[in-house]
């Protein structure tokens, strides 16, 4: 079991030698790794199938199940958004902008690599494909420490794509994996200075807050989703039913899900029962103030602080009536985690009021918290969503995973 000093030495070699790697070099690499993801499916469920069994018998929620399973059709779209990846343009070189001074330099700026990325993250196998993927297109190697709950099929996943990466004669050592699952290894990375150049985290508020408050390198923080959708006075009720049921319901472990609905009091006494037929069918254990219980009765649990500031990542939604516009901003901006918000209204007033105040990675008008995705908004495959606000916002795809340098051409000039 190697150390995160021989690993990240290793990255670093492997990703000097991507600096010389073209993008038709890379792009057949990942061609390659897609490819063999499919070759392979059989030893990647076999080793997918321990990690379900023990989560299992851990007692795992059907919902971290549900995001650490793997069949031959999640097989076959990891290896798709991989070919996906290779046919998106390669950022590396790209000239963001130049000029020429004066005194006759002739300044750039361009796309570079970022280095050596460490990303550390929970029990979904496909962010060990994605990751790699994007590291490799954006011409960086990666070292990735996955949780305990998918280490053997992380480990077929890491070897799977090595072996590709070797037959299309690239370094295999741009993917790395940490074996070591304990607590240390991630805290030996926080501290690689001068091996890793940054740490995205992808998982939970607790490992992101644990990384971000631990580490000596630049970290990207990514992921926690506290995402809101209010529903205004005036709106189309029919369509926030839509809109509620589909940010809550299609897929409720992930960080673009709603957890809480706000409601205007003008509209609570109609929505909120259509809102909750529509639920029921999912079997949302719904938690709400004092006048969401006076409409729906008392099968609706109290809600309490501790529910308005989570994300819960299942099926639980924390619902509050607001007086206003105003007061669900204010409700927001206590609350979120700077990930998704929507609004669904009839007014544009309020619309804008809300897109101008909201201070999040993507604010909605009228639609689903779920399209915040890489995919979603055409930049394919992303390595996560980043809630921060410097250097990236938003879902990371390819341009977020470079970063600049400037070169000047002169002709003897001095200064």
């Known amino acids: 079991m190697k150390t995160i000093e021989e690993l990240g030495k290793q990255a670093r070699k492997a990703s000097d030698l991507l600096l010389s790697a073209g993008s038709q070099e890379k792009d057949k690499g990942l061609l390659t790794i897609a490819s063999t993801l499919r070759e392979s499916a059989g030893e990647i469920l076999a080793a997918n199938a321990l990690d379900t069994a023990r989560g299992s018998e851990a007692g795992m929620s059907p919902a971290l199940l549900d995001r650490l399973s793997l069949d031959e059709k999640r097989i076959e779209g990891i290896a798709a958004a991989v070919e996906e990846i290779a046919a998106l343009p390669d950022p590396v070189g790209q000239v963001d902008r130049g000029s020429v001074r004066p005194n006759g330099l002739s300044i750039t700026r361009v796309r570079v690599p970022l280095g050596v990325v460490g990303i550390i993250y929970e029990a979904r196998p496909n962010v060990t494909v994605d990751a790699a993927a994007l590291c490799l297109k954006a011409g960086s190697a990666c070292i990735l420490r996955g949780g305990k709950e998918a280490i053997n099929t992380n480990l077929a996943l890491a070897g799977v794509m090595r072996r590709a990466l070797e037959h ?17 290894s991630a805290q030996e990375m926080m501290k690689a200075n001068g091996l890793i150049d940054v740490l995205i985290p992808r998982g939970g508020a607790g490992l992101i807050q644990a990384v971000v408050n631990g580490s000596t390198i630049p970290v990207i923080q990514t992921g926690v989703g506290n995402c809101h959708v209010y529903i205004d006075s005036p709106c189309d009720l029919e369509m926030g039913v839509r809109i509620i049921e589909n940010a809550k319901c299609s897929r409720p472990s992930v960080c673009n899900a709603a957890e809480t609905l706000l409601v205007h009091r003008e509209a609570a006494e109609r929505f909120l029962p259509l809102a909750k037929a ?14 969401t219980r006076r409409i729906l009765g008392e099968g609706v649990r109290p809600a309490t602080e501790e529910d308005y500031a989570a994300e ?17 901003i204010a409700h927001i901006r206590q609350y979120s985690t700077g990930h998704s918000e929507s609004i669904v209204t009839s007014d544009y007033s309020h619309s804008q009021a809300f897109t101008r105040q909201v201070d999040a990675a993507a604010v909605y008008v009228n639609a689903s918290t779920r ?3 890489g995919g979603e908004f055409g930049l ?16 990371m795809g390819l341009t977020e995973l470079t970063t600049t340098k400037y070169i000047v051409l002169g002709s003897g000039q001095i200064r």
């Open 312 to 328: 819960f990542g299942d099926y639980i939604l924390a619902v509050r009536v607001v007086a206003s516009i105003e007061e669900a």
């Open 168 to 184: 299309a004669g690239l370094p295999a050592g741009a993917i790395q994996l940490v074996e070591n699952t304990r607590r240390e």
């Open 278 to 291: 529509a639920l029921d069918r999912y079997s949302v254990e719904l938690r709400g103030c004092p006048e």
């Open 371 to 373: 399209f915040t995705d």
């Open 380 to 395: 394919g495959a992303e390595i996560g969503i980043s809630t921060q606000k410097l250097h990236a916002r938003g879902p």
